[in-house]
């Protein structure tokens, strides 16, 4: 499967952006999505992630209330809403998946996840 990353953009702080990631060539349906984000000069980390099997969502505690992962299974599509965007959220988004389900403890292992798009940036400044 390809994934496509796209949304990302300039913002200021307390707006909101949505990040799409389209899949090709099998359905998504099933498949565990994340998101990952990596800014300048440091690791890259969990953002949320779409569990296919169950619908089950996930969130790292930074942006928890804010960022809304979802997805549209006629479009095999996941999308990331993100609301309330900090300064911190600056970053490169990716998206990721696996092809079967993850585990509640390692859904936010980034070495869990067997396909990876090409990342989109983020800036959140004013």
């Known amino acids: 499967v390809q994934l496509q990353a796209s949304g990302g953009g300039l913002v200021q702080p307390g707006g909101s952006l949505r990040l799409a990631c389209a899949a090709s060539?099998?359905?998504?349906?099933?498949?565990?999505v994340g998101w990952f984000r990596q800014a300048p000069g440091k690791e890259r980390g969990f953002v949320a992630a779409?569990?296919?099997?169950?619908?089950?969502?996930f969130y790292s505690d930074s942006v928890k209330g804010r960022f809304t992962i979802s997805r549209d299974s006629a479009k095999n599509t996941v999308y990331l809403e993100m609301n309330s965007l900090k300064p911190e959220d600056t970053a490169v988004y990716y998206c990721?998946?696996?092809?079967?389900?993850?585990?509640?403890?390692?859904?936010?292992?980034?070495?869990?996840?067997?396909?990876w798009g090409q990342g989109t940036l983020v800036t959140v400044s004013s």
């Open positions: 990721a998946a696996k092809s079967r389900r993850i585990i509640n403890s390692a859904i936010a292992m980034s070495s869990q996840y067997d396909y």
């Open positions: 060539g099998p359905t998504f349906s099933t498949y565990t």
């Open positions: 779409f569990r296919g099997s169950g619908g089950n969502t």
